[in-house]
């Protein structure tokens, strides 16, 4: 048991210890087994220690009981940890006795080194999490120009039918995202209707300019309340023809080709 405990000891360190089994999981499936291995561990670290009164097995299964209960959280390993350096003397070295008190300053001591290695490799997740979301932004951008490139092969009614498809099915992947392309698809092509209109009526005119862009917010308000008719009055079965005359159950989404 002595060389086990030393060779798991070796080269241990906190955040090595809390990529070990958390104790929950290790006492639901072997209850018996957990309690006895803590309780080795225990009488491991104890018996480094020359002391007059040292723990007895009475408490060392009490303690060991307390322990998986108080600290059901915690892994096995830092418990490993925590011993190691109790032996070293890094959470006190003048002891007279050696008890379940004893054992709890320890875990006391090692909480306030946990705590900090926890927040430490949190925050070291979360700065690889926004490295790989920055590595994936000029891929995403590819993918949403390639995206509306289809968008644009489609008819104002297509995008449209799309667009009330994704409202009616906001938990659809990307649905939101999806919506705003197709959107800006749609208001890019009446922006380019109106200045055709506007160099066609009057290449010099100010005026024309002026009654395009009333004329643009009339077209949009108009096309706005559109929208909210069908979204309110079409209601297309699972399974049955879509605004595109798309199946439902085949199609990828509303703006499938």
């Known amino acids: 048991m002595a060389l086990a405990i030393t060779d798991r000891q070796r080269g ?7 990529a070990s089994p958390q104790l929950s999981v290790l006492n639901r499936l072997a209850p018996g087994d957990t309690a006895e291995a803590l309780g080795n561990l225990l009488i491991f670290a104890a018996h480094q220690f020359n002391v007059p009164r040292n723990i007895t097995d009475v408490q060392v299964a ?8 108080r600290y059901w959280h915690w892994r096995f390993d830092e418990f490993v940890y925590l011993c190691r350096e109790a032996i070293a003397g890094r959470w006190g070295c003048n002891y007279s006795t050696i008890d379940a008190n004893t054992v ?18 949190a925050a070291e997740e979360h ?27 489609l008819t104002d009614a297509q995008l449209q039918a799309g667009i009330a498809w994704y409202e009616a099915r906001p938990m659809e992947p990307h649905a939101a995202l999806r919506i705003e392309l197709a959107t800006s698809v749609l208001v890019n ?7 055709r209109r506007v160099l066609v009526v009057n290449e010099s005119g100010t005026g024309a300019v002026e009654a395009s862009e ?12 559109q929208r909210e008719r069908e ?16 199946n439902e159950a085949a199609a990828d989404n509303g703006f499938a080709s």
């Open 12 to 18: 241990l360190t906190p955040a090595k210890a809390l």
């Open 214 to 225: 009333e004329e643009y917010k009339r077209f949009r308000a108009g096309w706005v309340a």
């Open 127 to 153: 700065k690889a999490r926004r490295l790989a979301e920055q590595a994936q932004g000029p891929a995403r951008a590819a993918d949403e120009q390639a995206y509306i490139r289809h968008l644009e092969t």
């Open 231 to 246: 979204r309110a009055e079409q209601e297309v079965p699972y399974g049955q023809p879509n605004a595109l005359g798309q």
């Open 62 to 69: 009490l303690l060991s009981e307390d322990l998986l209960e």
């Open 104 to 121: 709890h300053t320890w875990c006391r001591a090692y909480a306030e080194v946990r705590d900090a290695v926890v927040e430490q490799v």
């Open 189 to 195: 092509r009446a922006k380019l209707e109106l200045l």
